[in-house]
């Protein structure tokens, strides 16, 4: 049972290009929606986060947008850049302290 | 400041022995977790401290996985009779209590021969 469904699995962009990510949950007990990178060899780097009280984060070229009637969150990544090129996995928490990690989704953008 | 780290930071094994698996916390963090990533998935969540005991361990497989962290700081990981399906990456994290964001180290490649 995955409680977390992330899409695309991957993704080809262009340098300045806007990547976006999407993830679905069915648990109504998640109450915090963090957003990891990771890098080939290293550990996530937790990147940005959101509750459900409210619709939008934003943090420098990344954006969460949240809809909790749908029970869907997604990661937007403006001006993409190649140094942004690595594995973006969404997760989800609530009822517990364990968080409940999506498949992950790689990000290549080009030159 | 110094940041979650592993050790070791590889380990092959064979089939039926015995590992550790050692994760130094950020200092100061009392909750720490434990994860397991396989290839292409998600990390998976194994076991969660609060202190020097073990709050939550619904993720562990089976009896052969084992976890203590005795002065609520370094936390070691033991499987016991090691099988391939161990292999591969084990993750630890640490947090505030009461705080949600978790920060991961570099983790522990583990490869059962």
């Known amino acids: ?15 300045g290009g806007i990547s976006i990510i999407n993830c679905a949950y069915e ?37 969460i947008s949240f809809n909790k009637s749908a029970k869907q969150f997604s990661l937007h990544i403006m001006d993409s850049q190649p140094g942004d090129s690595a594995t973006y996995f969404c997760a989800a928490q609530g009822g517990s302290e364990k968080l409940v990690f999506g498949k992950g989704m790689k990000l290549t953008v080009n030159p | 400041g110094a940041g979650v780290s592993q050790t070791p930071s590889n380990k092959v094994t064979e089939k039926g022995k015995y590992v550790e698996l ?17 290839l292409g998935q998600g990390p998976e969540f194994l076991i969660y401290f609060q202190g020097t005991g073990a709050a939550d361990d619904s993720g562990l497989p089976n009896d052969r996985f084992f976890a203590v962290r005795p002065e609520g700081s ?30 991961f180290g570099p983790g522990t490649r583990l490869t059962v021969t």
């Open chain 1, 1 to 15: 049972q995955q409680q977390v469904k992330q899409s695309p699995q991957s993704l080809i962009v262009q340098k």
């Open chain 1, 27 to 63: 648990n109504t007990a998640f109450d915090y929606f963090p957003w990891y990178q990771q890098f080939p060899g290293k550990g996530p780097a937790l990147l940005i986060a959101i509750r459900p009280d409210v619709s939008e984060k934003k943090e420098g070229r990344f954006t």
């Open chain 2, 22 to 38: 050692r994760c130094d916390p950020i200092s100061g963090h009392t909750a720490l977790y434990w994860y397991r990533q396989s």
């Open chain 2, 74 to 103: 370094v936390s070691t990981l033991k499987i016991q009779r090691t099988e391939r399906g161990d292999s591969a990456v084990y993750l630890c994290a640490s947090s505030l209590t009461g705080v949600t964001e978790q920060y």
